[in-house]
């Protein structure tokens, strides 16, 4: 990664991501931006599903969440902030 030109990192403000951007910081040496907003959410029962499977499989989820009319918590997981979308 020496070679190549990277102006900033961004992370979320996790340990362990920080930690990430240290670790990539020490080849491509450039700014790092910690972010609170950046972290991920636990998905729940859609951890691993891919986008086409969630909303073949929970229609009504699916909608409601791609509207961003308002917050919905993914099934067995957490919700997110509509501000973010």
Not at 10 to 22: F, I, P
Not at 32 to 48: K, N
Not at 53 to 58: K, L, M, V
């Amino acid at each position: 990664m020496s070679n190549k030109k990277v102006d900033r990192i961004y992370c979320s403000d996790l340990e362990r991501t920080v930690q990430t951007a240290e670790i990539v910081n020490k080849y491509v040496k450039s700014s790092i931006i910690v972010r609170e907003e950046l972290r991920e959410i636990h998905m729940g029962r859609f951890h691993i599903q891919d986008a086409a499977t969630i909303e073949a499989e929970n229609p009504y989820f699916w909608d409601v969440w791609s509207s961003r009319s308002y917050d919905i918590p993914y099934p067995e997981g957490e919700s997110g902030h509509i501000d973010v979308f």
